[in-house]
């Protein structure tokens, strides 16, 4: 049997640099496809995993949860006649774990894989913000997780994430909670995190969710310097474009390529390596497209 393995979070949480520890982490004598799924028209963290040199199957331009339920059923057909041992979803931060269980009652699948591990990424920084304004996505990937794992525990003191390990406790009291700082998980560490017991997000009635996001996504041969881009995202953190949840991509800085990540009003800048084309990716509410656009286009 396949195992499938599912790594979730909303928006901007690090579910990407969780798939990459994962996939470092496992037996390489393992076959090992990834699908990755994003909201947005383009999939930026496509890119930036088939650079490390992964196997990556796109779900793009909405998400399992509504209008690619049957891509997605189609794709996980195609990859279970192959012969692999392990699939990694890595579905929208828009996601709802009840989908995917519907596209599991289809006997085809069912009959050669099933789900070995649901893991949600939690952004402990943003944890407050997340709760209150998108509530039911957030709460959903926490209630019927299997392990929780906590990321950008360094930039919050022990206060603070003694009261968001009680929040998650309060909402999924069975699931493992992992809390340390990303830099100090050991291979063991992940091993165990996506080999435990999923038993408790099989038994979870129908819940359908609605949303207003809007997305911007497009690949860009435009050469843009490092002041360039951190201006163009100081103006996303001012609302110039419009309320932006989050943004990443990469850009073509001319001597070099440079990986940008926003969430939430807060940004990072990286070098990467080269790619074929520039790439960004923009999700949030009311989004002034055609403004967003002409920055990079």
């Known amino acids: 049997m396949v195992k499938f393995d599912i790594v979730s979070g909303f928006l901007g949480a690090g579910k990407t640099t969780l798939v990459k520890k994962i996939l470092h982490s496992l037996d390489t004598c393992e076959k090992i496809v990834l699908i990755e799924n994003d909201f947005g028209e383009v999939n930026v963290d496509r890119e930036l995993l ?58 085809e699948v069912s009959g050669k894989c099933f789900i070995n591990s649901v893991t949600t990424v939690v952004d402990v920084q943003n944890f407050s913000k997340n709760i209150q304004g998108y509530s039911e996505f957030f709460k959903n990937q926490i209630r019927h997780a299997s392990s929780l794992v906590l990321s950008k ?6 206060y603070e ?30 091993k165990e995190l996506i080999n435990g017991s999923c038993e408790c997000v099989l038994n979870s009635s129908k819940q359908y969710l609605s949303h207003n ?16 881009l951190k ?44 790619v074929a084309d520039g790439i960004v990716s923009f999700i949030g509410n009311g989004l002034e497209k055609e403004a967003l656009a002409s920055a990079f286009v």
């Open 50 to 107: 088939e650079i490390e040199g992964f196997e990556v199957y796109e779900l793009s331009n909405g998400c399992v949860c509504c209008k690619l339920k049957g891509d997605f059923l189609l794709t996980l057909k195609n990859l279970l006649s192959q012969k692999i041992d392990r699939i990694i979803f890595e579905p929208s931060g828009i996601f709802v774990l009840e989908e995917i269980l519907d596209v599991f009652k289809d006997s």
């Open 153 to 158: 525990v360094q930039f919050v003191n022990d």
């Open 161 to 190: 994430l003694t009261q968001v390990e009680n929040s998650l406790k309060s909402l999924n009291e069975t699931a493992q909670l992992v809390t340390k700082d990303w830099a100090q998980l050991s291979t063991l560490d992940i």
């Open 213 to 228: 996001f809007d997305s911007l996504g497009l690949k860009t041969t435009k050469t843009i310097s490092l002041d360039q």
């Open 231 to 274: 201006s163009i995202l100081e103006k996303c953190k001012n609302g110039h474009f419009g309320a932006l949840i989050r943004g990443k991509g990469i850009i073509n800085s001319g001597s070099h390529y440079l990986e940008f990540n926003y969430v939430a009003g807060e940004y990072s800048i990286m070098a990467v390596s080269e």
